[in-house]
């Protein structure tokens, strides 16, 4: 009930009177059953302004801290992401990151629309980052197709000179991998899978693709004071190694 309340009630008509989102390909996300939607990852905007450009409840997995505060500010958070549709999960670890990955299955295996940010983290700079082979993992064991999405943010010019953020959902045409039925815990094709994924999601967002981790990028920034441009550059591949630095576009 929160959940609807805050779409439709409390944030979601101002957000759209606000930033005017801009949505295309809403059609190609199913009307009925589980498929996943796989997105870039900008900002801490980005679950909100993808689930309400559609009609659905998007479910989405998210670090256990968000729910884990004392006193009143905590209750209130711990209240607030529940009500939104997020599901806490622990990511401290690799035993955790299984039990992340039970709960997407249950989540497809309920017949839900689950949102994944393959990536794992924020772009730390605005460009598209390696992504995690756990999207690609999830759509083998259930079978469900899955939806590149694309979220991109401009300024826009409003009067007496200031600027606000024009917002862009692009849903992509649904990727099956039923042909690679059976093969769920094969790392190479898990990682053809993902990559297939975030050249879909390159495609729609026009990011510029780089073959690193961001998580990887994020810690060493934090321990170095380096950029990102600067950390990139130390750890991705030469040219001659990663041709045009964008992942394959064929699963296998």
């Known amino acids: 009930m929160f959940y609807w309340f805050l779409k439709f009630v409390a944030i979601g008509p101002v957000a759209k009177l606000v930033f005017r989102p801009r949505v295309e390909g809403r059609e190609n996300v199913p009307a009925t059953g589980a498929a996943i939607l796989a997105s870039n990852h900008l900002a801490a905007a980005d679950w909100i302004f993808m689930p309400l450009s559609l009609r659905r409840r998007v479910t989405f997995l ?8 004392r006193g009143v500010k905590g209750l209130l958070r711990r209240a607030f992401f529940t009500g939104a549709g997020q599901v806490p999960i622990d990511r401290s670890s690799a035993t ?33 980052y390696r992504g995690k082979t756990g999207v690609a993992r999830m759509a083998l064991e259930t079978g469900v197709p899955v939806v590149p999405v694309a979220m991109t943010y401009a300024p826009r010019r ?4 200031r600027t606000l953020v024009r917002v862009r959902v692009h849903f992509g045409e649904p990727l099956d991998f ?14 053809s899978i993902t990559d297939e994924i975030m050249y879909e999601i390159m495609t729609l967002s026009g990011q510029e693709y780089v073959d690193v981790y961001g998580a990887t990028v994020k810690r060493t920034m934090d321990a170095t004071g380096a950029s990102a441009s600067d950390v990139v550059s130390r750890l991705q591949p030469p040219v001659d190694e990663a041709g045009d630095r964008a992942p394959d576009t064929l699963a296998g």
């Open 96 to 128: 955790a990151a299984e039990g992340a990955m039970r709960t997407g299955l249950r989540m497809l295996r309920q017949g839900r629309l689950l949102g994944i940010y393959p990536e794992g983290t924020r772009s730390p700079d605005g460009r598209l």
């Open 178 to 191: 039923s042909r690679y039925e059976g093969l769920a815990g094969d790392r190479f094709v898990e990682r």
């Open 158 to 161: 409003i009067p007496f000179g």
């Open 62 to 69: 998210a670090k256990a801290e968000y729910f884990t505060g």
